[in-house]
């Protein structure tokens, strides 16, 4: 009896915060799509692009002058999901790159969305493929978070390429 009222209480809870939760995300996602797009300074700038088939895409944004931001997410170490916003500019060189790893082992794969480490992709043409050791190096004691990062990148320029 008392694990049913619990249970009730549970989702009575739930039910009040998942909309709060929900719009957290959306507000540090449209930050972040803002971030990675220098000629975009508000999110008020942004339309959403829906028109494309791309595995592994949450979502895209594309702004007045044409440039783009996509959101693509892959499994990284113990199936958490490493989160990756890329901007493009109308030419397809990448303008930034946002990572949420913090799915990630604290310390080791979380390090692959560190500043330093993300430096490597500034400017890189984005409508290119990468690989780990052509050009670009994985995170030295991450493997599989760097896979994952690998991966979601791909994913963003594979967008990029379909709807440029």
């Known amino acids: 009896m008392i694990a049913l009222i619990v249970s ?12 709060i939760i ?10 972040a799509y803002v ?21 592994n895409i949450t979502g895209a944004v594309k702004a007045t002058d044409g440039s783009l931001a996509i959101k693509a997410e892959e499994k990284g170490f113990d199936g958490g999901i490493l989160s990756v916003i890329i901007g493009f500019d109308t030419n397809g060189t990448v303008t930034g790159i946002w990572v949420d790893a913090s799915t990630q082992t604290k310390g080791i794969g979380s390090n692959v969305s560190s ?14 493929n990468i690989a780990i050791g052509q050009g670009f190096d994985a995170y030295s004691g991450a493997t599989i978070s760097s896979k994952a990062l690998f ?4 994913d963003c320029v594979n967008c990029y390429n379909e709807l440029a």
């Open 8 to 19: 009730l209480l549970l989702a009575m809870v739930n039910s009040f915060t998942a909309p």
């Open 35 to 55: 971030d990675v797009m220098p000629t975009v300074s508000s999110a008020s700038d942004l339309e959403e692009v829906t028109d494309y088939t791309t595995e």
């Open 22 to 31: 929900e719009d957290n995300q959306k507000a540090a996602t449209l930050a």
């Open 115 to 128: 500043d330093d480490f993300l430096a490597q992709f500034d400017g890189m043409d984005g409508t290119q």
């Open 151 to 154: 991966a979601a990148i791909n």
